[in-house]
């Protein structure tokens, strides 16, 4: 069913947006948080088959005990400080129950009441230029749930599934979970200030190296709640929760969705449902999930087979001192060092493209060459296939491809072939130039022969370039590199050209 | 007397998946009104300087290294299982969503 939106701009004229966010990190740990299993969230373990990362507690054997993993805790502690948050002297874990087949146990093991970082703030600039300080409310650990895959049914949907089957791989990976205060005061950035909070903690969480932070793998999660009240009014209005949010366009999307949805309901006298919502990345809409009920009656209790995480204040201030710098800092640092002016540094960070450009820099390339490609052919192809631009290929990759252009082995258009085949997924982009034969022609005497032939078919062209209206050579030049179906470096036919013309 | 109402009985059983029969409503309305008195009594002693128990031994920072230890082969985690299809478990389908 289409919900009936308003306009955005009359949304806002006649209503305060106010947000939070729920994003919940996937550590990227060796072993589970409370267990030696392989942590799927590692790379050495992607692409495992389903329960094959297991072991008696992923499962919620009878008689199997949880032991906190200690590098979790660093990295939670980490993740904290860089959120601007007091670390708690001591915490607690605590079982939140409810029974679904995603968690064995019945309960999860999660923080309630004492949460290992509290209150903190995370800077963010917009592209417009505007700061903005998002409220941390707190950090807490827990671990994953399993995943389902429901069968059956006519939807894909869970309603009408016939059967579903579980994979407890990732039950258990650690996860942090970071609840925002309700932010107020974004207005008409309120879709863009939601796309820049998770680019923010992102980009935190990649500066710390505690995660992947793949939305598209669900290392990195968002829930974005959104409530509307009309202009002038003190009291709150009724809040959605907007769950299955897996792209930072998508945050943004769901956001604007969700306040136009809003608008519209309360214009006409409705009201909200207090409910979780699910995105829809294909349709752009959010549907109804499931109300808040009884069934979020968690009965919380403290986890009795934990004993309490105590970080020592000296742990807590060895990793402050081992904090990377904020993003915004960063950005800056960033657009001073590599020479970009503003525009194309804006394009790169509106195209959330700083992370992917500045790996690419680290693993090799000239800044401009990695902006390039980012901003250039791969950001074509993502959109025009509507996915996000670090899903199609490595900033390795980007690398290698450059510094096959820079060794000559490929022309321009050649890598941009080579490209083609990287994103999907033919491999490396030296294993896609040796499969499809694309390699540059160095055999001088071809060329020789090929730019002679162009010449004489185009003698008037030949007679300019003896005059001195050296320009005119393009012409050959794209004759022969025509005959040569691109596999030529267009610079030394051009000196070919020369050579022969004034021979 | 602690004022635990039938129903509120019957709503945690519900929330916990224990069937109770009548009776066994009516006895632990009685029962669990008893041990929240108990409870209470206890909270007239403890002032607000003294913290909450959740632990009796007191220990804490009980941690692991992260270093990867042994895994269940499929044919040991299914072994328990009532259905599975050789690499998942399979169960009913869930009319609900995930939490």
Known sequence: ?503 | MSEITREEVQHLAGLARIALTDDEVTSLTTELSQIVDAIATVREVAGDDIPATSHPVPMANVLREDVVGETLTHEQAFAGAPSHDGERFRVSAILGEEQ
Request: aromatic letters at 6%; charged letters at 25%.
């Open chain 1, 1 to 503: 069913m289409k919900a009936k939106l308003m306009d955005f701009d009359k949304a806002l004229e006649l209503f305060e947006p106010v947000l939070g966010f729920e994003v919940h990190v996937e550590l990227g740990t060796k072993t589970k948080m409370f267990s030696a299993a392989p942590n799927p969230a590692h790379p050495e373990f992607h692409g495992a088959g389903p329960n094959t990362l297991i072991d008696p507690l992923s499962l919620g054997l009878p008689g199997s005990l949880p032991v906190t993993n200690e590098t979790a805790v660093r990295y939670s502690i980490s993740l904290g400080l860089a959120l601007g948050c007091e670390i708690a002297t001591s915490c607690r874990f605590a079982r939140k129950n409810y029974f679904y087949p995603d968690t064995p146990k019945n309960y999860q093991i999660s923080q309630y009441d004492e949460p290992i970082a509290f209150e903190g703030q995370v800077e963010i600039e917009l592209a417009n230029g505007r700061r903005f300080t998002v409220p941390i409310e707190r950090a807490h650990m827990e671990e994953d749930a399993g995943k389902l895959t429901h069968v059956g049914g006519s939807t894909g949907r869970i309603q009408g599934a016939e059967y579903s089957l579980v994979d407890y791989n990732r039950a258990g990976v650690p996860l942090v979970e970071i609840v925002t205060h309700m932010i107020f005061g974004a207005e008409h950035d309120a879709p863009e200030l939601a796309k820049a909070y998770v680019g923010a903690i992102r980009d935190i969480v990649l500066s710390l190296g505690i995660s992947e932070a793949r939305m598209e793998r669900g290392n990195l999660r968002c829930d974005a709640n959104v409530s509307l009240r009309p202009r002038g009014s003190e009291q709150l209005g009724t809040r959605t929760e907007t769950k299955n949010v897996n792209s930072m366009r998508s945050v943004e999307r769901a956001v604007r969705y969700e306040i136009q949805r809003q608008a519209a309901i309360l214009a006409d006298g409705g009201t909200i449902t207090q409910e979780t919502r699910h995105w829809h990345e294909d349709t752009g809409v959010t549907s109804p999930g499931r109300p808040k009920s009884d069934a979020d009656d968690y009965r919380y209790f403290p986890e009795p087979d934990l004993l309490p995480v105590e970080p020592s204040r000296e742990l807590v201030e060895e990793l402050r001192a081992a904090l990377p710098e904020q993003p915004v800092a960063r950005k800056r640092r960033l657009k001073a060092e590599w020479g970009f002016s503003d525009l194309e540094f804006q394009d790169v960070v509106n195209g959330d493209m700083l992370h992917l450009v500045d790996a690419t820099v680290a693993a090799g390339a000239a800044p401009q060459s990695a902006r390039k490609w980012w901003t250039g052919e791969i950001a074509r192809v993502a959109n025009e296939r509507g996915v996000e631009a670090a899903s199609l290929v490595e900033p390795a990759r980007v690398a290698e491809l450059q510094r096959l252009i820079d060794e000559g082995a490929l022309t321009d258009r050649l890598a941009r072939q080579a490209l083609e085949g990287v994103m999907a997924g033919e491999g490396s982009p030296a294993e896609v130039a040796e499969a499809r034969g694309l390699k540059v022609v160095t055999d001088e005497s071809a060329l020789v022969a090929a730019v002679d032939d162009a010449l004489a078919a185009q003698p008037d062209v030949l007679q300019k370039i003896r005059d001195g209206k050296v320009q005119a050579a393009g012409a050959v030049i794209g004759a022969v590199m025509k005959a040569m179906r691109g596999q030529a470096d267009a610079a030394r036919v051009r000196e070919i050209v020369l050579e022969r013309a004034s021979s």
